[in-house]
T-cell receptor, first 115, second 114 residues
């Protein structure tokens, strides 16, 4: 069975400092992995996705994530936080085979950015 | 940029009443989904829909739930007899193909059952 664990429910950083949001996954198959972001009163927006190509994935707004199969991790990073990055971030997995397109979400990590 | 829209943004209903949540997916997309998020819990998959039929549904999606694409643009989720535990944020999503896996989400409808 597939599952996702986000290791921090809340992360607080200062503007201009690096961001690290941690995610571990469990999958019986080669998974596809995603990070989505949700700003207040907005829909879930795709940041980036991994689908068995390059293990280092670059996304929008300077975010990137590295797929590490040996560690079953897919941590999200950004070198320098901006105030506009404050939001809820979700790590998401879907099986590598067709299962009706179901996405499995982590619990979410709320990112706060201090001036 | 095309986006998924949902109406209403907030729905308040009495227990036992029927509600219909509406979504307008991105116009050239073929796959449609509903998810929900109970306050403080994970976003959970409810159902996926393709070619006018359900592709997959979760254990949550029991007989009180139904989905429909009544015309070429809307995608609806009906809850026949609402329960207190149905209170949640409901998200609609669409994608142009399962193979691409990128689902585009709407802003959600917050359902409150009293």
């Amino acid at each position: 069975a597939q599952s996702v664990t986000q290791l921090d429910s809340h992360v607080s950083v200062s503007e201009g400092t690096p961001v690290l949001l941690r995610c571990n996954y469990s999958s019986s198959y080669s998974p596809s992995l995603f990070w989505y972001v949700q700003h207040p009163n907005k829909g879930l927006q795709l940041l980036l996705k991994y689908t068995s190509a390059a293990t280092l994935v670059k996304g929008i707004n300077g975010f990137e994530a590295e797929f590490k199969k040996s560690e079953t991790s897919f941590h999200l990073t950004k070198p320098s936080a901006h105030m506009s990055d404050a939001a809820e971030y979700f790590c998401v997995v879907t099986p590598g085979y067709n299962q009706g397109g179901k996405l499995i979400f982590g619990q979410g990590t709320e990112l706060s950015v201090k001036p | 940029e095309p986006e998924v829209t949902q109406t209403p943004s907030h729905q308040v209903t009495q227990m036992g009443q029927e509600v219909i949540l509406r979504c307008v997916p991105i116009s050239n997309h073929l796959y449609f989904y509903w998810y929900r998020q109970i306050l403080g819990q994970k976003v959970e998959f409810l159902v996926s829909f393709y070619n006018n039929e359900i592709s997959e549904k979760s254990e949550i999606f029991d007989d009180q739930f139904s989905v429909e694409r009544p015309d070429g643009s809307n995608f609806t989720l009906k809850i026949r007899s609402t329960k207190l535990e149905d209170s949640a944020m409901y998200f609609c999503a669409s994608s142009d193909g399962i193979a691409t896996d990128t689902q585009y989400f709407g802003p959600g409808t917050r359902l409150t059952v009293l």
